[in-house]
Each structure stands twice: as C-alpha cells, then as structure tokens.
C-alpha cells in the first residue's frame, strides 16, 4: 500500500468515525456538536469518496439558518453535557438549540468548490440553487448587521467567531469586556484536553460575559454589534468573507441567478480596497482593527496571513509571501499561528502559536490563486509532515511537531483529503 493510499484511508475512517448521519463532530468528546465552518471544510474531505454526503453535511448546517440570516457556529443536534457552554447557557430559545453567535462564513467557497467538482451538475442544480440563496442571506446578514457604517467590513463581536478563540489579536481588546457577575461554571473542555493547551480562566470569564451579555439583549442581530465591547475587523474573516462572495457572485451567474451574482460581486469588490486600512507597514501583513479604540492592533498573527485567501493585489501577495519565509525561518513548520519572534508566542497554546491544518489550507489555495505555486508547495509538504510525525491532531507545535488538542480531528482528516487527492 503507497503511503498516499495509506494516508487517504485514515482520513476517510476519522471522517466516517465522526459521522453522525447528517452532521459530523469535530471529534468526539471534545466538541460533541455540529459546528460551522467545521462542517463547510469537512465537506470538501466527503467529496472525495461520498458527494452526496458532502451536500447533506452543508445542507444540515443552514437548515438551522436564523430568520434574519445569520447562521449560528454551533447546532446542538443532541444533548451532551460534556461540552460547556450548552444550549441551556445560550438560550437562543430555537426547536433544535443553537448558539447566537456566527463564525467565518466559508461556505460559498465550499458550495463553488463541490459544485466545480461535481459530476452531476444538471441533477442538483436545484439543490445547490437553494444553498446559493442561504449563503446570499447570510451574507447580506453580515453587511446589514456587522458594517452598520457600510464600511465595506465585518466585525466580530465575540472572539470564538472567529474561529481562533484565545489569538493573542484580542489581548488588548479583550480588556474592555469585564467579568464582574459572570454565573458559575465548570469548563468541560480542560477535561478532555491538556489545560496547557487550553485559553485561560480569564479569557473563559469574559468569553461567558459576552454570551451573557448578548443573551440579556434577546439575541437581537440589529443591536448586538452597538451594544458589544468587542468589535474587531479581522482580515482573516473578512477575507473568507469576501473570497465567499466572489466564488458566490461566479456560482449565482452560472446558475442563472443574476441580481445573488451583482450583490456578491460588489460585496467582494468594495471588501477589497476596505482591506487596505488593516495593511500594516511595520509587520508587512494585515492586522486587526479594534472599532472600539478605533485603532489597528499591534498583532502579528495568522488572520493577517490568512487574509491571502481573498484576491488580493500582486504587491500584497509578493509582501505576504515575503512575511511567510520570516516566519519559516523562526519555526520548523509552517504556518504558525502567531509570530515566533514575539514574546507572546507560546508553540502549545491553542491559537497563540500553534499550526493550524485547515488555515494553512485556505492559505495554500490563496497562494495557488495568486500563481506563489513554490510557497504553496512548502506550506503543504510541512502539513504533510504533521500528519505523518503526529497523525491527525486538532493542531501541531510549530517547533516540535508535537500535536496537541483532540485527536482524529474531523477537519484534518478532510484537509489531508483535499491536499493528497488534488
């Protein structure tokens, strides 16, 4: 058997061992529910040996889609006590509880991908129509609901939406959200995993503040971004953002959807020269923006790396290729989730350092889109290395290799699909 025929074999056993009929886990355990943009990434990995399943697992997602838009980051299809914070602290008060918050909105990047995949197209057009106006919805949710000044961007008004929960972009910030009156709570993930690995009880104190928060409003989308003390422009989901919607805008006009094509088009169009505010000189990246200091963020971090995966401009792509041999040259594997250089680093904690498979993913399309085809090939032959010195992990030790978090993670297995089987 080739180690490539070895390897694939293992990735489709995680994704079917994390397989819950219509919905995959992350993995077992630790994040027992269905989450988003896990679930868009995942379907790229089922697409490789199950189309169908792919759709059904995307389709699963937004039939959870909120009456203003707005696609929640958690559906907890089951109960399960061994994951904090639960559908009892959310309260979002649906028929199948969800959390009343978002995350990046990677799926009309995922839905043009099967869809150019796709050996039958005629068959599930109508299907994948319908997918195409949900996403549009959520889109327009964004820009009505995160962009209330039309600025072009999206803020996110709790860290976790951004997927990279503990980064060290949201220390400066993260001060202005207090902790006073926080309930009482046992964190369940420190039970599953090294609570080295893990944010601290500070970052999960003003993490449950906001949820709090947000609950006591009612979970109204038209007030919570005004009424938040964390408003942060991240590159890296508003890049995601903007690369949906132009994959979007293609997908629409090729299913004869012309005024979804106009809006996104536009959408992705304005996002772009909106990106050059959170261009830094001194980091030669993008960082983040804070609304409420009306300040960039003096961070160095994966998101302005990740900001790739929207067309950018060659000289953006050129100075982040550029930014991308530095960080090599101060770790082993490629892409670490923060500046090695920085004192803040730490290789093991979660967002602060460690690699990351599914961003180093998106970075590599980015690159493939942007003709940097050598850098590319770098960031996936150390994703590759990962998998076979530590085996499917959450994420990786950029230094040591070591994997750290949840084991037979779902998304790594289908990342892994997606680089050997391209």
């Avoid at 995350?103 to 129509?129: M, Y």
């Avoid at 995160?146 to 961007?153: K, S």
């Avoid at 094509?261 to 990106?275: E, Q």
Wanted: glycine share 6%; net charge negative.
């Amino acid at each position: 058997m080739s180690e490539h025929s070895e390897i694939y074999d293992r990735s489709v056993a995680i994704l079917k061992l994390n397989d819950k009929g219509s919905y995959t886990v992350p993995t077992h355990g630790l994040y027992p529910f269905q989450w988003n943009w896990d679930s868009c990434l995942t379907a790229l990995g089922f697409s490789h040996f199950d189309e169908q399943r792919a759709w059904l697992e995307i389709e699963t997602l937004f039939a959870h889609q909120w009456e203003d838009g707005m696609v929640p980051h958690i559906v907890f299809h089951e109960l399960d006590d061994g994951y904090f914070p639960g559908p009892d602290v959310w309260n979002t008060r649906r028929v199948v509880p969800t959390s009343g918050i978002t995350q990046p909105p990677v799926a009309g990047f995922a839905v043009k991908r099967l869809f150019d995949r796709s050996e039958n197209r005629e068959q599930i057009a109508d299907r994948v129509k319908a997918l195409v106006k949900s996403i549009d919805r959520w889109h327009q949710w964004f820009f009505d609901c995160r962009d209330p000044q039309g600025e072009g961007l999206v803020a996110l008004i709790h860290p976790w939406e951004s997927g990279r929960d503990n980064s060290i972009d949201w220390d400066k910030p993260f001060v202005n959200v207090p902790t006073d009156g926080v309930q009482p709570y046992t964190r369940r993930d420190t039970q599953h995993a090294n609570p080295a690995h893990r944010p601290t009880k500070d970052q999960y104190d003003r993490y449950l503040w906001l949820v709090e928060h947000f609950r006591s409003l009612d979970w109204d989308n038209s007030i919570l971004h005004d009424n938040s003390p964390f408003r942060i422009v991240d590159p890296g989901f508003n890049a995601i953002l903007l690369r949906s919607c132009a994959e979007l805008a293609l997908l629409a006009e090729e299913l004869d959807e012309p005024e979804i094509a106009h809006r996104n088009s536009r959408w992705a169009k304005r996002g772009i020269n909106a990106l050059e505010k959170l261009w830094s000189s001194e980091h030669s990246q993008y960082v983040c923006w804070d609304r409420v200091a009306e300040e960039q963020i003096n961070s160095a971090s994966i998101g302005g790396i990740l900001a790739v995966f929207a067309p950018l401009s060659q000289e953006r792509v050129t100075a982040i290729v550029s930014r991308l041999k530095t960080i090599a040259a101060n770790s082993k594997y490629l892409v670490a989730s923060h500046d090695p250089t920085d004192n803040r680093f730490d290789s093991k904690r979660y967002w602060r350092g460690p690699v990351w498979l599914i961003v180093n993913y998106m970075i590599i399309d980015g690159l493939q889109q942007a003709g940097q085809h050598q850098m590319a090939a770098s960031i996936e032959h150390d994703s590759q290395a990962l998998i076979a010195e530590s085996g499917f992990a959450e994420y990786y030790d950029p230094v040591s290799a070591e994997g750290c978090g949840g084991d037979s993670f779902t998304w790594t297995a289908a990342m892994m699909l997606e680089f050997i089987s391209s």
